[in-house]
């Protein structure tokens, strides 16, 4: 009985080699048809400003093509030059659509920047606190709690009063919004597992501390911290668009999705709706397939979940 | 009182920290004179206004004479207004406070039945349309929203006006446009503006607070005693939940007038925030700082209020921890 | 006419795992005065049972089956509010955990005067007063303070005490009691045990008391009901079942109670679990734990003399298998 019960163990037909985590996670993913719905409109924005350049009807910041005669044509309609506008044209008879796509690519370029830079950060920070302990991590924590305790609009607007405007300046100000939730998830991720036996074993194998810290701590605390990345690039985004539509935050000449919706505001009053709107639009499709896919990953990557 | 009187130090201490910060943040960066200063003003002229100013002493004194002048309660004047800029900030309080105020009580009167409902009957329809609008008022930037809101209510439909606070009315000694018809119409939108996203919150807190109370055996219990359906949740379940929208509320009071900055840019409500936004595009520093301290304080006010309001709702939370 | 006659009572939950035959044709039934004790393993469907007498199973569970008489009036699947005037008021239910059964925020109190008011009409003053005396009744020293504190500030014992004295405030004709003293302590337990039959004796109030520990109520119930899986497979006087079980499942709980006149015996026990809920064996469910399985089991089992099992009558008598 016990012989049988051993031979069929090791028979290599009754194990299947273990699936690597990443196929799990795809496989996961899939099975959310809202999910792939947000992966696809995302993808899909990305492409459009990426390739805005190539693909819009109009370089809408060169002055050349623009044509006062055009100005706040109603979607559809087609301009003096011969061009339909199918989105309409703002004050100075631009192109929204290219406009919008122009945008994008500015809103995506500084959430992701500052997205990235905050991570980065925080996470160093937040490891080193976990890792160490003691006074190290009483000091980042203090500063994270408080920072935290602050309405990052409001944080983000003292330092914009303090800097002006400008790109680098709002990146920074993201940055500094950001860092504290990338640290304080860092550090609790880190501290649990820490405590687990492969830090153990590399630390008996006498392993430095930086190999330790980024070479097996890090891997392992990743997971949650993209899940908050992702979430995080939206709100960054958002953020951004709010600075620049109360005019703190990126200068006319680069003009986001939030200072397109500024500058269509004045028009909403006598209803030419669409250049406030449309832009409006895009940027929350962009938020939307963000959540949609940050929450399944979420789902996809938590732990309890897998089946 | 032990405990009073420690969160009191520890305020005292952040402000004290965050007025450090946030002076030497301005100090070191901008500077007034190249705005303040008419650029055609002769050499003397301009020298003569630093010192006036005070602007030419080093950082040091600078900072101790502003925090003894800020103990006096004296911030400086705009350099905008010429005005006392504490004063400036406080003339406007009132229309921020009454904004965050009907904001708040949109959110807790509209989400605590939503969310409870979403959370007593889940996977019904109504719910899984509570929740859908509760994920778009998460998402939806509030910037945005405002501008809807203004095209749709206002101008398409013409219910509400544009912009403006409207007439204010005077109730009891208080001075509000809550009070006045007309100020109501005012308030309603921008207040629904700076609702929405806590509204969301509300409903989820309450949603997932109703679903884990209802599962408890004193629901149960409550039901085997023949308590009518509308007592349980009313009293029981209501209680139980309240709690954690308590904290968010207390909170996110904070937030509120934070974010009041964009709606009242948006509606021109002349609050707080519309003058914060003016000031900081008009490098007026003494009005920058008065209004980064206040909110220091109403931050921590806040905070206080709400573990005091904790004890009330939940007897096990004692704010000694001695007693029981 | 007996006080509660349950007969052929299905209870079942309708999950997406499929449908739970958690209560599948149980008959009992109890007169007034009298202590019926329900013994089972958990998931045995005994704790459903009597949720199901108070009309309250949530969804997806669902009464499917089977009469529930209360008093001479059926009461399964009655309207909502119509159970609802029985609740509390003729019928009242102690729950397990006296931790969780009174809400935290209210205070005693009001929770008992709004159990009152739930079913009658009774100036405040008065219903107050009645509260006061209940918990004096119980066992609770100095009622007047205790009346005006929470929940939390009560010890285990003595907040199962609060929920029994909100039990009998309506003066019920019974009162179902769910594993009332398994969270509690060992004394706390015999004195619990005690509160309660002297106030079934002075109220002359029907008590089913479920339980999965018989030494419980070995001497305090007047009968007992052993309930294995979803169904009844024994009843008899609780004199009858300790010196003679029949059904080989009641002969493993009582062969697995330590007792005196075996002391430095080996304790029997019951091999394997209970089979699971969604697919039962179609024959006799204690069939593959029984020692005395044959082919015949494999059909379905009635209840015959009190007893569901074919065998009952071939197998050795129980002092022999003691021995």
Known sequence: ?307 | MVYVIRRLLQAVFLALVMSFLVFTGIFAVGNPVDILIDPEATQAERVRLIAQLGLDRPFHEQYLIFLGNVLQGDFGNSFVYNRPALGLILERMPATLELAFAAIVIAVVLGIPLGMYAGLRPGSAGSQAVMAGSILGFSVPNFWQAIMLIMIFAVMLGWFPVSGRGQVGEFFGVRSSLFTLNGLQHIALPAINLAIGHLALVIRLARSGTQEVKAQDFIRFARAKGLHESRIVLVHLLRNILIPIVTLVGMSFGGLIAFAVVTESIFAWPGMGKLIIDSIRQLDRPVVVAYLIVIVVIFIILNLLVDLLYSLIDPRIRLDGAKQ | MSLLEIDNLQTHFFTSGGVVKAVDGVSYHVNRGEVLAVVGESGSGKSVTGLSVMGLIDAPGRVVGGSIRFDGREIANLPSHEMRQLRGARIAMIFQDPMMTLNPVLRVDTQMVETIHAHRDMPKQEAWALCRDTLGRVGIPAPDERMCAYPHQFSGGMRQRVAIAIALLNKPDLIIADEPTTALDVTIQAQILHLMQGLVEEDGTGLVWITHDLSVVAGFADRVAVMYAGEIVEQATTDGLIEAPQHPYSRGLIGSVPSRNRRGARLAQIPGGAPPAVNRPVGCRFAPRCAYRMEGCAAPQVLRDNVRCWRAADLPAFEEVLA
């Open chain 1, 1 to 307: 009985m016990s012989e049988t019960a051993i031979s069929a163990a090791a028979s290599p037909d009754v194990t299947p080699p273990p699936e690597r985590p990443v196929w799990r996670i795809i496989r996961d993913f899939r099975k959310s048809p809202l999910a792939l719905f947000g992966l696809a409109l995302l993808v899909v924005i990305i492409a459009a400003a990426f390739l805005a350049p190539w693909i819009t009807p109009q370089n809408p910041y060169d002055l050349r093509s623009l044509n006062i005669m055009d100005s706040r044509l109603a979607p559809g309609e087609v301009g003096f030059s011969g061009i339909s506008f199918w989105l309409g044209t703002d004050g100075q008879g631009r192109d929204m659509f290219s406009a919008i796509l122009f945008g994008l690519r500015i809103s995506l370029m500084v959430g992701l920047i500052a997205c990235t830079a905050a991570l980065i950060i925080g996470l160093t920070l937040g490891l080193i606190a976990a890792y160490f302990g003691g006074r190290i991590d009483t000091i980042v924590m203090r500063l994270v709690d408080l920072h935290l305790s602050f309405p990052p609009i409001l944080v983000a607007l003292i330092l914009l009063a303090i800097l002006g405007r400008g790109l680098e300046n709002i990146i920074f100000a993201l940055i500094i919004v950001q860092w504290a939730t990338f640290a304080r998830m860092a550090r609790a991720t880190a501290l649990s597992e820490r405590g687990r036996e492969y830090v153990e074993a590399a630390q008996s194998l006498g392993l430095s501390q930086t190999r330790i810290l980024f070479g097996h701590l890090l891997p392992n605390c990743l997971p949650p911290l993209m899940v908050l990345y992702t979430v995080e690039i939206a709100s960054a985004i958002a953020l951004e668009a709010t600075l620049s539509f109360l005019g703190v935050g990126l200068p006319a000449t680069q003009p986001s999705l939030g200072l397109l919706i500024a500058n269509g505001f004045q028009f909403v009053l006598s209803g030419q709706y669409w250049i406030s709107v449309f832009p409006g639009i895009a940027l929350l499709l962009l938020i939307v397939a963000i959540n949609l896919v940050g929450d399944r990953l979420r789902d996809v990557l938590n732990p309890r979940n897998i089946t």
